[in-house]
C-alpha cells in the first residue's frame, strides 16, 4: 500500500517517551538514529506479561536498560507506543477526547525528547515514528483481564499491566504503513520549540514540550504532511 492509497483526514502530534522527569532521555547517536526510551511502569501494576527494561532490545545492541538511570534499570517498562504489533492506549481525559476523534487512515504521530548519547545536557524534540489507524477501541476494565475479545492489542502496555485502566482507548494501528523510524527528524530547538523548517513542514508554531495533549496538523497541512512522512 503507497502514501497515495490512503486518505488521511487528520494528523495528531504525541509527546511519548522517557524525559526528564524520569532522570534520562532516549540517546541520539551521530548518524541520526536513536533509541526510544519509554516511561518506567508503575512497578503495583506487574503482571506476568509485564515488559522490564532488562528485557526489551535496544536497536543498538543489549537492552533498553543500558539507556535507563539506575533507579528505574530493573523495572518494568510502560512500552507505548509499540512498534511490534502497533498499538498506543491512553486513559488520560485530554488525549482520550483527542484519540476519539480519530478515524481510520488518520495518523497518530510521536515525538520525544533525545540528546546526544555522549551529552549530558540540553533536550530538544524529534520525530520518531507514527500509526496509521485501522480502529480506535474504547476498552472497559473487563473481567477477565486481559479481555480475551481484544487479543490482538495485548502487545500494548495497558493490557499488560495486571488490572485494566478506567477510560481506556486503545490505538490500533496498520502495520503495513505505521512505522517506528530508523532516523530521529529534529522538531525542536534547545527551547523545545517547532525549528522554523519544520513550521514549513507542519504548520505547527511555538512550543511542544507539553505533554498533557496532542497538536493537530492544521487541516491545510494534513496531506502534504502525510505523504512526507511516508517518505522517511
Not at 87 to 97: A, C, E, F, L, W
Not at 106 to 131: C, H, N, T, W
Not at 183 to 198: T, Y
Request: hydrophobic share 35%; aromatic share 10%.
Amino acid at each position: 500500500m503507497t502514501r497515495n492509497d490512503i486518505e488521511t483526514s487528520q494528523i495528531l502530534l504525541l509527546r511519548v517517551g522517557m524525559d526528564l522527569g524520569f532522570g534520562s532521555l532516549g540517546p541520539l547517536f551521530p548518524d541520526g538514529t536513536f533509541e526510544y526510551i519509554p516511561i518506567p511502569d508503575d512497578p503495583s501494576g506487574v503482571s506476568e506479561r509485564s515488559l522490564f527494561f532488562r528485557n526489551i532490545p535496544a536497536r543498538s545492541g543489549g537492552s533498553l536498560a543500558r539507556f535507563v538511570p539506575t533507579r528505574h534499570c530493573k523495572g518494568p517498562a510502560h512500552y507505548d507506543p509499540e512498534f511490534e504489533t502497533f498499538t498506543y492506549g491512553d486513559p488520560s481525559r485530554n488525549k482520550r477526547r483527542q484519540i476519539l476523534r480519530l478515524g481510520r487512515d488518520d495518523m497518530l504521530v510521536f515525538y520525544a525528547g533525545l540528546r546526544p548519547y555522549e551529552q549530558s545536557r540540553g533536550s530538544k524534540l524529534y520525530l520518531i515514528g507514527y500509526l496509521v489507524v485501522l480502529r480506535v477501541h474504547e476498552v472497559t476494565a473487563l473481567s477477565p483481564w486481559p479481555p480475551p475479545a481484544y487479543e490482538r492489542l495485548w502487545g500494548n502496555a495497558h493490557f499488560r499491566r495486571s488490572e485494566g485502566d478506567e477510560d481506556l482507548v486503545v490505538v490500533e494501528g496498520d502495520p503495513m504503513t505505521s512505522r517506528l523510524l530508523m532516523h530521529a527528524i529534529p522538531l525542536s530547538d534547545g527551547q523545545q520549540n517547532v525549528l522554523p523548517k519544520m513550521t514549513n513542514v507542519l504548520g505547527l508554531t511555538g512550543s511542544v514540550k507539553r505533554a498533557g495533549a496532542g497538536r493537530w496538523v492544521p487541516q491545510n497541512h494534513v496531506h502534504q504532511v502525510a505523504r512526507w512522512l511516508s517518505t522517511l
